[in-house]
């Protein structure tokens, strides 16, 4: 489902990325880890178009990302890639409602379907009753749920998630624990997970060990 080959990644004379080979199944739940600095986050963001290699290949669901432009590029995000971050990013104007449905409202579905939708995923992850609560109303485990629910609107491909409970108490970040689990479970749903949380990464169906640019452990 995602073939990544060869990829590199330097900022200036500093080699981020020293050629990572990664293959990922439809259903697989993936953990990445490894100290600061060993290339995490810039690969979960390759592998997310949020950034580009500087060479090598990235597939995702049979679609060549490489040659793509940045508008096709976007396009294919929206529809295929979900993100959840340590820190929610959850837009503060916003009801808990309505930050769900932002991914979908960006491809044009306004309708009842995606409120419904949106809800149902409220629902699923116990937040009933929350809908119209903006994120400073939410505790920090709510608005983490409620970041996974809009990850998972547009029925993405995969999930990518930075560092997801690195800002929750250990209560919220076993119930996500559950979550992802339970998702993968429920839906087959692919995620690919940066952490530093040896029990969210040993949960894991694989997880790969970075240092220094490479994947140790395939």
Sequence with gaps: MIRAEKLTKSYGEIEVLKG????????EIVSITGKSGAGK???LHILG?????DSGSLVIQNQPLQSMKEKELAKFRNAHIGFVFQFHHLLQEFTA??????????????GNDTVKRASELLSYFGLEGREQHKPSQLSGGEAQRVAVARALINQPSVVLADEPTG??????????????LQLRK????????VTHNPELALLADRNLHMEDGHILQP
């Design 20 to 27: 990572i080979d990664l293959h990922i199944q439809q259903g």
């Design 41 to 43: 986050s810039t690969l």
């Design 49 to 53: 178009t949020l950034d580009r290699a």
């Design 97 to 110: 409602l309505e930050n769900v449905c932002i991914p979908a409202y960006i491809q044009g579905k306004y």
């Design 167 to 180: 800002n929750l108490d250990k209560a919220s970040s076993e119930t996500l624990h559950e979550l992802f």
């Design 186 to 193: 429920d839906f087959r749903q692919t995620f690919v997970i």
